[in-house]
């Protein structure tokens, strides 16, 4: 073949108008092929968008015998002429004179072959899937999340900040830990007392993979005024729900002199940049799952990003609750945490609209948030969202050495001086939040199961891949 630049099938679409009467050279994947004896059809999809190029083999130029191994999943290099395109639907094509099979994909084996097959059968199959329009659509507006994500921090003077993955603390509180060691498990080293010797691991002390980077992420706040930190979090927690993985990433900002109203406000900024973002960019993605699963997915989008949240005290959000005169499967109390049957109540039904959250019970929140006036509430924050339940769950931080350390005490937590430096050199009113970017993932594609929106899902009994 004769040697021209090739173009994606993004790219052709893009410049189609400069490019029409033009020798192209596009390669990529064939989605599907049908025809007649005359002439052939394929459409080659690269993974740069969600349309595929529709590629026009003519009988009297190639054999039969030729075309044999363009089947779905082959993968093909095609060099010819783009002419405007005679089909509805696209308004380019290409038609070919030259062909090169770079690999063949055996129909009898090839597990891709119909349109249309059950997301639980493609979970089966993940390494495959993201060859499938709905996977390369999510991972496409996955990717343009993380980059929004960056992009509203970094334009915003915040400083991207690295906390580290393996810990020595298991004081976040936020779930079960898994434990990262290179003892041999079938011969623990034990002490007098019968227990394992850690000194003998690794890291001569126990070390687990973080839940959260929020608590080195204070130390970054506390010297670089306003950090982020966006990397993966794992919780050993056997939740077998929708919303939860046991490998998440999170994204954890934290601002040094942020009280909660700022903490709010920059919340839900926030979600509504990297939601913007997406409708601005991912048009066509957005387009085919809102046709292929939600039909809301568009307006639902935009819903939220034209209206302001709700900001609500706990203590009201369960007066609604009680007052609703709903059924709940989980009784409704104050100082009870609340389950997603009662957030989505609040959200769906009642406000129709994302809530904030605020002011909860300090027994059911973490220790390092502000402590109200009430002696009985803490400056913590939910967002709640539609079909999704929590989406943030963020706080003031408690900023008074002495107020701490009494609930450091109270909870009996120990391995804590490091954390405990930020309060006791330089302290300031400061805030935070973790949003689950799974969970906006989840939220932007309309996806319904979390394991749909990262490549490889990690949760319980599944470690495939
Ligand atoms: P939930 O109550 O939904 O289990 P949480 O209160 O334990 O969440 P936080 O510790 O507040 O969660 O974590 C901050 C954010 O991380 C949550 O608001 C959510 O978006 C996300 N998140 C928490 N746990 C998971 C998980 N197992 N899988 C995916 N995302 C998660
Ligand atoms: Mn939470």
């Known amino acids: 073949m004769e040697k021209i630049k090739r173009l994606t099938v993004a790219e052709t679409f893009k410049q189609h108008d400069a490019l029409v009467g033009k020798k192209v050279d596009v390669k990529g994947w064939v989605r599907t092929r049908r025809g007649n004896k005359n002439v052939q059809f394929v459409a080659l999809n690269d993974g740069s968008t969600i349309n595929n190029l529709q590629i026009v083999f003519d009988l009297s130029r190639f054999s039969e015998d030729q075309l044999r191994a363009v089947t779905t999943g082959s993968s093909i290099h095609v060099q010819g002429t783009l002419v405007e395109s005679q089909g509805k639907g696209q308004n380019v094509e290409v038609q070919a004179d030259e062909l090169e099979i770079y690999g063949t994909a055996d129909p009898a084996e090839y597990p891709l072959q119909k349109k249309g097959h059950s997301l639980e059968f493609l979970r089966e199959i993940a390494h495959l899937r993201p060859r499938t329009n709905t996977f390369g659509a999510v991972l496409r507006i996955r990717h343009a999340l993380a980059y929004a994500v960056h992009k509203f921090f970094n334009d915003k003077g915040f400083y991207y900040f690295h906390t ?58 506390t010297a670089l005024g306003c950090i982020y930190t966006f990397g993966p979090t794992f919780r050993a927690e056997n939740s077998n729900t929708p919303r939860h993985l046991s490998e998440f990433w999170m994204i954890e900002p934290e601002m040094a002199f942020y009280e909660i109203e700022d903490n709010m406000d920059l919340a839900e900024e926030f979600i509504k940049y990297c939601i913007n973002y997406a409708l601005e960019h991912c048009a066509d993605d957005i387009a085919f799952l809102e046709e292929h699963f939600d039909k809301e997915l568009t307006s639902r989008l935009r819903f939220v990003v034209e209206n302001e949240f709700v900001r609500l005290p706990y203590t009201e959000g369960i007066r609604i609750l009680e007052e609703s005169g709903k059924k709940f499967e989980f009784p409704v109390y104050w100082g009870v945490d609340l389950a997603s049957e009662h957030e989505r109540f609040l959200v769906e039904e009642h406000f129709k609209k994302p809530v904030i959250l605020t002011d909860y019970p300090k027994e059911i929140k973490a220790f390092y948030m502000k402590l109200n006036e009430d002696g009985k509430t803490v400056r913590a924050m939910d967002v709640l969202f539609p079909k999704i339940g929590e989406i943030i769950g963020g706080s003031q931080r408690e900023e008074s050495f002495e107020k701490l350390n009494k609930r450091v005490e109270e909870l009996g937590l120990t391995g804590m001086d490091w954390y405990m ?9 400061h805030s935070g939040f973790g949003l689950g970017f799974e969970r906006l993932v989840l939220f932007v594609t309309g996806m319904q199961n979390i394991r749909d929106v990262i490549p490889f899902p990690r949760y319980p009994k599944n470690c495939e891949f």
């Not at 394992?196 to 706040?221: H, K, P, W």
């Not at 430096?421 to 300031?428: I, K, P």
């Open 164 to 221: 580290p993955l393996i810990t020595a603390s298991d004081c976040e509180g936020a779930g079960a830990m898994f434990q990262v060691t290179t003892l041999d498990l079938n011969d623990l080293p034990k002490g007098e007392d019968g227990k394992i010797n850690y000194n003998e691991d690794f890291f001569g002390r126990q070390a687990n993979l973080t839940v959260s980077g929020q608590l080195e992420g204070e130390l970054g706040a």
């Open 421 to 429: 430096d930020t309060r006791r050199f330089g302290s300031v009113p």
